[in-house]
């Protein structure tokens, strides 16, 4: 079965960096588009960034433009959310997910066909 698995989160300061990586199994990796999602306690889940299936198209929400990237390995069935200047408010659950690919790149969570699990941000002031 398809398999999304999420690492890399942990506490840091305000101002530091972290790397998110989301393994996938169980899938032909490079017929999807990845996206990444965060919720916040007491919050609606939110779109963060999305790459498509080639990697050639990649888009981040606004809060988080010149800080967060998104990129992908497709030889290694993996993508990647490099996360600098991070602030308290990017305190989240971080979600992997995977869309088969389309045209445009969809960015809704409620059109993603697959989950991870999530991985816990927590950003200190």
């Known amino acids: 079965q398809v398999q999304l698995v999420e690492s890399g989160g942990g506490l840091v300061q305000a101002g530091g960096s972290l790397r998110l990586s989301c393994a996938a199994s169980g899938l032909t990796f490079s017929n999807y588009d990845m996206g990444w999602f965060r919720q916040a306690p007491g919050k609606e889940r939110e779109f963060v960034a999305v790459i498509s299936w080639s990697g050639g198209s990649t888009y981040v929400t606004n809060s988080v433009k010149g800080r967060f990237t998104i990129s992908r390995n497709n030889a290694e069935n993996t993508v990647y959310l490099q996360m600098n200047s991070l602030k308290p408010e990017d305190t989240a659950v971080y979600y992997c997910?995977?869309?088969?690919?389309?045209?445009?790149?969809?960015?809704?969570?409620?059109?993603?066909?697959?989950w991870g699990k999530g991985t816990l941000v927590t950003v200190s002031s």
């Open positions: 997910a995977a869309n088969f690919r389309s045209m445009p790149v969809r960015t809704a969570a409620k059109n993603m066909d697959y």
